[in-house]
C-alpha cells in the first residue's frame, strides 16, 4: 500500500522542492466529475473515524519524483483547508487542517471550495489528518452532505443492518388455497445477526417481499427503500444465486419456486453502482 502519512510524505515545513506548484485555475472549464454513489458514501463512511466538512484554502501539487507509487491517472497534492463542521467523529477537530490527496488530473478547481472528507487522526499532530484512502475526499453539496448525513444516522442506530455474508438457508412452503404460499430466505450478516427475507404469495395478487435483520420473518412487506443502510446490505452483497444446498425447500418444484423468488428479489434490488 502507497504511504499516504503526512509524516512520510510531507516531514517537517515541505521544501521547496518537493512542490511543484499551487494547483492551477484552468480546471474552470474541466468537466465536474461525477458524485459518489449511495455505496461509495457507505463504505467510506464505514471506514472513517471522523468526517469532517471543510473549505479548502491551499492546494500543492507535489513532485512525482516524491511520491511513492504514483497513479497514472491521478496527482497528489498537499491542502490546508478550514474546518466548518464535524459531522461525524467521537473527538474534537481544530479549525485548520493539513493532509494529502490524490487528485484526478482533470479536477476541477479546488481553491475556496467546499469539501467532504473521511479521515482519521494523524497521532500527536492537531491539525493533521490522514484520508481513510488516497481519493477519500468529495465535493461538497447539499445534497451530498444530506445523503451523507442520513447514512451516518442509520449507522450509529443500535439496529443497524449489516451486511450479508451468507445464503444459509431458503424454503418455499405452499399455503392451503391454489396461489398461496411463502419463501423464507435466512441470511448471515457481517454484524453476526441472522437475517430473513419473506417472499409471500396470494391468490391473484404479485408475489411481496420484505425483510428483517433479526432471525425473525419479515413483519414488512415492502422491500426496504433504495438508498437505504437495509438496501445497500442486501444489494450489495447478496449472491446472483444462492447456493444449490442452501435451498432446502422439500420437492423440486418447491425448490424452482424457492430460486425463482430469490432471483425476484435480486432483480427487484437493483444494481449495488460502485464507482470506487
Known sequence: MPDFSIKALCAS???????????????????QPAGPSYPDLVELSKRAGMVIKARVQTIS????????????????????????????????????????????????????REVLLFAWRVPDKA?????????????????QEARLRSILSEMVAPDAPSPVTRVRELMFVPGNLAGQGQTQIFLDTKGG????????????????????????????????????????????????????????????????QALNDYRMVVSSLGTCNRTR
Open 61 to 112: 501539487r507535489l513532485d512525482p519524483a516524491q511520491v511513492r507509487n504514483p497513479t497514472a491517472l491521478h496527482d497528489r497534492f498537499y491542502a490546508q483547508a478550514q474546518t466548518e463542521a464535524l459531522i461525524y467523529g467521537r473527538q474534537g477537530i481544530g479549525p485548520s487542517l493539513r493532509y494529502l490527496v490524490d487528485l484526478p488530473k482533470d479536477r476541477p478547481e479546488l481553491f475556496g
Open 127 to 143: 491539525s493533521d489528518i490522514k484520508l481513510v484512502d488516497p481519493t477519500a475526499q468529495i465535493l461538497w453539496t447539499p445534497l
Open 13 to 31: 515545513s515541505l521544501a521547496a522542492a518537493a512542490l511543484v506548484s499551487v494547483a492551477p485555475a484552468h480546471a474552470q472549464t474541466a468537466p
Open 193 to 256: 445477526r441472522g437475517a430473513a427475507i419473506t417472499v409471500r404469495h396470494q391468490p391473484g395478487m404479485a408475489p411481496s417481499w420484505g425483510v428483517s435483520f433479526s432471525q425473525v420473518a419479515a413483519a414488512t412487506e415492502a422491500p426496504p427503500r433504495q438508498d437505504s443502510l437495509a438496501w445497500y446490505s442486501l444489494a450489495c452483497f447478496l449472491p446472483a444465486y444462492p447456493p444449490a444446498a442452501a435451498n432446502v425447500s422439500r420437492s423440486s418444484a418447491k425448490q424452482e
